[in-house]
């Protein structure tokens, strides 16, 4: 059996994180969340996987090159041109990919499956693949069920009594959906169906291919499978993802590194004086990071690689990218912290290195300039002085 993996859209729910990597690239504690599908993808006996890239390709490029280091064969097919200034990304929407790759050498001669980039799965594919050869049509989605505020941010079916879809919506409003059944972003088809998709143009699965189905009355079905599919569509589904994992709660997720303490994992040349700091499970610190003594950390909470959390420091429930350096009188409660940016659960940024508390929250890499220490000592008198104002009102008081 042969797969695609979509990988070229630009994330934009998932900024400002996706200006630096694409959303496949995006780690759930360490690992890209596009190498567990690859995994899952072998587990099943899938061999040959090209994957569709666009914006930022060469990260994805890189990191997979040809797949034979996870066991399996992986080819590209790059949508856009070289300018002047380098790459530029043109997406042909997640069908017009597909139409692309059949076009260049009919890769696509048998049942193949489709799946985007942006979620941890533990689909049972084989089963999935019985189904759908059992029913015989030329398209199967693989559906869940969520609740139905939540229709909103997905493709909504509606089946008859055979799971035949008769209705597609995309991203309906609740009060119009017509089901709470929604589309996971995996697909199972038949070359067949490279006859409804038109060539040279944009074209898209859910808002396009599909209603075009429907309309005309294939044998188009949707199977409802029991198993744990894990969205990082956007920036609250990151941490939402994270935490699961931290917690335990994403089944069949290895976590990274050794397990040092109950519910507390490292990587390796970590430097923790564990008995002067607070460290609340569940929590992960990657490798070559330090802690410095007289911080608390408390979980759910990911540091990266390369991190140090210097003395005084109070980091809760947060997610901290490799290379960052939280100064001793940062207090970081529900933050992602990547590169310069602070961003907050519901998707809200501080870009850290535009204010003037840069020398709390900085790259390990960089050394503070005059001005970062000027600002931290003041920040440092005004503590201190509006410290002995609240000592002399206690004396008065008292």
Not at 3 to 9: D, P
Not at 27 to 40: C, D, N, T
Not at 344 to 354: L, R
Not at 369 to 394: Q, T
Request: hydrophobic letters at 40%; glycine letters at 10%; charged letters at 25%.
């Amino acid at each position: 059996m042969k797969a695609m993996i979509l990988a070229a859209g630009k994330g934009t729910r998932v900024r400002p994180i996706t200006n630096e990597m694409p959303k496949p690239m995006i780690p759930i504690l360490r690992k890209p969340v596009m190498e567990s599908i690859v995994e899952l993808l072998r587990t099943h006996d899938v061999q040959e996987i090209v994957v569709n890239t666009s914006h930022l390709a060469p990260v994805i490029e890189n990191y997979f090159r040809d797949g034979t280091q996870l066991g399996v064969h992986i080819a590209y097919s790059y949508e856009g041109y070289m300018t002047e200034d380098g790459l530029e990304g043109k997406a042909l929407g997640s069908a017009g990919g597909m139409k692309r790759i059949q076009e260049f050498s009919g890769f696509f001669d048998e049942t193949f499956i489709v799946l985007c980039g942006d979620a941890w799965i533990d689909l049972d594919i084989s089963a999935a693949l019985r189904q759908h050869r059992e029913k015989g049509g030329v398209a199967t989605i693989i559906l869940q069920e969520v609740p139905h505020e939540e229709v909103h941010k997905y493709g909504v079916v509606k089946l008859d009594e055979r799971q035949r879809i008769v209705q597609f919506q995309e991203k309906p409003k609740p009060q119009y959906a017509v089901s709470n059944l929604i589309n996971t972003g995996i697909y199972i088809f038949e070359p067949e169906i490279f006859d409804y998709i038109p060539s040279g143009v944009e074209y898209d699965i859910g808002s396009q291919l599909f209603p075009a189905l429907v309309g005309a009355g294939e044998e188009f079905f949707g199977i409802k499978m029991d198993f744990q599919w894990v969205d990082i569509g956007s920036v609250p589904d990151v941490w939402a993802a994270t935490r699961m994992a931290l917690q335990g709660k994403i089944h069949g997720f290895d976590m990274p590194g050794k397990e040092v303490r109950p519910g507390i994992w490292t990587g390796i040349n970590v430097s923790i004086n564990w008995d002067r700091v607070k460290i609340k499970p569940p929590v992960y610190i990657g490798s070559s990071t330090k802690i410095e003594a007289g911080s608390k950390i408390m979980g759910p909470c990911m540091i990266g690689a390369n991190c140090v959390v210097e003395t005084g420091a109070e980091i809760s429930e947060c997610l901290i990218s490799d290379y960052t350096r939280i100064g001793g009188m940062a207090t970081l409660d529900n933050k992602l912290i990547f590169g310069g940016e602070c961003i907050s659960p519901d998707g809200n940024v501080i870009n850290v290195s535009e204010t003037q508390i840069r020398w709390l929250v900085n790259d390990t890499r960089r050394v503070l300039n005059p001005s970062d220490i000027h600002d931290m000592l003041l920040f440092n008198n005004m503590l201190s002085f509006y410290g002995e104002l609240e000592l002399e009102r206690e004396k008065e008081m008292a």
